[in-house]
Structure formats: structure tokens, C-alpha cells
């Protein structure tokens, strides 16, 4: 039997027979794996110490609800590990490199959007392109491999042509960033859909998680000055429905048309049936399990919606 029908046996399924991201045995995997990460970042070279706090949150893990997703599950063994080593935000200096590299970019590929015959579709592909700075899941990344892949290849799922269409039915777009450094992209793709005479408001992180965006990033950038900066009230990855404000909920559930950026947002939202056909995702496929929910292939960068 071909593997990927051999995990299929482990996946969730809704009630319309579509598959859902929950939180499976291959997560566990990554959610220590990420620990041993934010260690590292922070400068901790005791090994007696990270298998101490490994330990820990293998203990820890026991008790997760597998039924949630794993945007939740990760954020618990992140905020626990934050709490082990004493560090509330181990990647505060790693952002502001990645922030500050973007920044490089920014002309140039600001310029590349003013001579493309089709600026809005490139603006997308440069901000998904920004989606492979995720330090949770990789320490390194190559920033321009990304870029030319994006621009390149484009989109294995391509829902363009109906954004456009929904695009001309409002005024504003609500869109949900994801990491420092990324922000820089999205900020070309808000640029353009000003241009184009759209509101835009960006939502970023309430406290630092990982290399997320957070209110600090957005003003560093600039992102201030070109669209309405929100946090969604929350430190946990992705769209935590039980963690976030009031005002986001409101905001979420009141858009017309949203973009989704990067992978926890997706799969938080993917299965909400208050974004269905309004939520557009956009982002680099990092894991198999996120792949198969998307009907897409691990490394792929898609935009679609559901």
C-alpha cells in the first residue's frame, strides 16, 4: 500500500467527507523539535539543561487534546519552554535581522512590481516568497531561492482570478500577517492593494511567539503607514479561537475578503465555516499532513480558498 494512503488512516474528516488539519502523531515530533530550536536561538549550549527541559515537555505533551490544531499544541511547548529557560522572546534579535534583510530588498523588488504586467498577481507571489522565513520549522533559509521560486514557478493552486473578482466587490481587505522579516513582503502587497483603492488592515500577534510578527515588527517596517495595524490579542501561533480578542473575532467574522498568511493561520481557519469563501490562503507548504489538507505538495506555494 502506497504510504500516503497508509496516513490517510490517521486524518480527520468532516462532515462533508473533506479532510481537516488536526493534531497528529507526526506533530509531537515537530512540537520538540521546535523546543530544541528556541533553545538554541536563546544561546543555551547546555545539553544537560536542554534535556532537562526536553524531558519536561515530553510530559508535558501527554496531556495535549489531540483534537485541536497543532498551531495550539505548538504554541503551548513554545510558551512552556519560554517559561523553562526564562526567556520571553528568544528570537527578539533573529527578527530584526530578518526585518532588516527584507528591508534590503524592499526597492528592488518594489521596482519589480511597478514593471510587471500584472502587479497585483506579482505582489502575491513576493509576499508568499517571505512565507520561508519560519524559524520554527527551519534555522536557515534562502531568502532569494524563495523569491525566484515564487516568481518562477507560481502558484501549484491558483485561485487568482476569483480573489480579482471578489476584489472589485469591497473596499477593504483584512490580512493576517505571520512572520517578522515577511512583513516586509506583505507590505509591497498592501502597497498595491492601495494602489488599487483598497482599505487594508494588517493583523499582527498580541506577544512575541517564535519569529511572528508582533506590533513592534509592524512599526520597524513601516507597516503602519500603509495600512491599519491590529494585533489579534493573542501570543499563540495562528488564530486561536479561545485566545484572541473580542475586537479580532469581530473583525475576523465582519471581513469580506481575507488573506491568510502562512501555515498555522491556515490551520486554524481552514475548517471555520465564518471565513469559508472569504479567506484566501496564502503560503509556502512546510509539512505532509498540511499538504494533504490542501490538496497540495510539500514545498509548493499556493493561493487558494475553500
Known sequence: MPMSLMINYYYNYNQKGELTVRSYIDCVYCYLKQAVSCMKMAGIEDEKKMHEVIYELMDYVKTFDTEVTPAENSSRVLLKAYELIGID?????I????????????????QKIENSDDRLYDALKIAVAGNVIDLGINRSFDIHEALAHSMDTGFSIDHYELFR???EEVQEVLLLGDNSGEIVFDKLLVEELTR????????????PILNDATMEDALYVGMDKVARVITNGSKYLGVCLERVSEEFIN?????NLIISKGQANFESLEQDENVRGKAFFLLKI????????AGAKLGDVVFFTK
Open 89 to 93: 522572546d528568544p528570537y527578539k534579535e
Open 95 to 110: 527578527k530584526k535581522k530578518s526585518n532588516d534583510l527584507a528591508l534590503e530588498l524592499y526597492n528592488g523588488l518594489k
Open 165 to 167: 473578482k471578489k476584489l
Open 196 to 207: 488599487l483603492g483598497k482599505q487594508v488592515t494588517y493583523v499582527v500577534k498580541g506577544a
Open 251 to 255: 473583525t475576523l467574522y465582519n471581513a
Open 286 to 293: 512546510k509539512c505532509e499532513c498540511v499538504a494533504d489538507v
